[in-house]
């Protein structure tokens, strides 16, 4: 005999199947752009003592799709753009739990595996990242009505050095650095940015950042133009900002500089802040029971794209 207790209990794993299941897709058909031919380089995917996966030396990005059922889709997507430095991806912390969070509010989610700065890799390292998150971005438009999203409703989202991708798309889409024969807007809709590397200047950027993308000695045209918050337009998108005080691996001058230039253009944006927390605390800051997440999605839901 089923009781009512085991039908709610089957409900509650289909769904949550349903919300976390997910389908890897590659960037590209065909070759990958500004990528060099380095086949004796393999794909690093290393599981540490927290039980979080972190990868290296990507050379075939992907996105792994989190999309939501019918019933509760709200046409909204966010590519996830997780952090480590420009060395690193932390996949899982600031990637697969936050699409899977994502998929359980309606949002589609895809995490995206980009190519990290290599000069073993690709021609023009400080590029390849933002290559392969305008791909993406062009990727969720094209399957927009596959995938039951809105074309214009698709977000970016990158946590520390993805903090700095994220922002770089949301500032740079003018210029295609990917073929775009459809013309499809590479403009993030919204931008989600989580304790973000946002400027590459000497005293506010992360070091490793910097040294990654732009190199050892960067010129101060190259420091400029991936200083995000001096990049910022009427046309930027909005952007939901969240950082700790205390965190001392990007300094929070790096959101309030980049949330007082969107503030400077008229640009709707929000800056949550926590005393404590550090840095890379994922989904959860351990020194408060207040969730990020919960502000997020309830400015999401209030916001008009």
Not at 141 to 165: E, M, T, Y
Request: glycine share 6%; hydrophobic share 35%; proline share 5%.
């Amino acid at each position: 005999m089923v009781t009512l207790r085991t039908l709610l209990l089957m409900t509650l794993i289909v769904v949550s199947l349903s919300t976390t299941a997910q389908q890897e897709i590659k960037l590209y058909n065909s070759a990958v752009p500004n990528s060099k031919d380095a086949t004796d380089i393999k794909e690093n995917n290393v599981k540490s003592q927290d039980g979080y996966s972190r990868v290296s030396l990507v050379s075939e990005p992907v996105i792994y799709a989190y999309l939501p059922e019918k019933e509760t889709n709200t046409g909204k997507a966010v590519i996830i753009c997780p952090g480590g430095g420009y060395g690193i991806l932390s996949i899982d912390k600031e990637g697969h739990d936050v699409a899977k969070r994502l998929a359980s509010q309606g949002v589609s989610a895809f995490v995206l595996k980009y190519r990290l700065p290599n000069d073993a890799l690709m021609h023009q390292k400080h590029i390849g990242p933002l290559q392969d998150a305008q791909r993406a971005i062009q990727l969720v438009r094209q399957n927009a009505d596959k995938w039951n999203i809105s074309p214009s409703q698709v977000g970016i989202a990158g946590f520390s050095a993805g903090g700095h991708l994220a922002s770089t798309a949301g500032t740079h889409y003018q210029e295609a650095y990917i073929d775009n024969p459809e013309n499809t807007s590479l403009r993030p809709d919204f931008m989600l940015l989580m304790y973000p590397v946002i400027s590459m200047k000497t005293g506010l950027t992360h070091k490793g950042s910097q040294t990654n993308l732009l190199g050892e000695s960067p010129s101060e045209d190259q420091i400029m133009k991936f200083s995000n918050e001096e990049q910022v337009t009427d046309d930027t998108p909005p952007a939901f900002l969240v950082h700790a005080e205390d965190d001392s691996t990007v300094p929070i001058a790096n959101s309030r500089l980049f949330h007082a230039a969107l503030e400077s253009h008229n640009i709707s944006s929000k800056l949550l802040v926590y005393p404590k927390g550090g840095h890379g605390f994922g989904l959860n800051n351990s020194t408060t029971t207040d969730q990020w997440f919960d502000h997020f999605v309830e400015w999401l839901n209030s916001s008009s794209f």
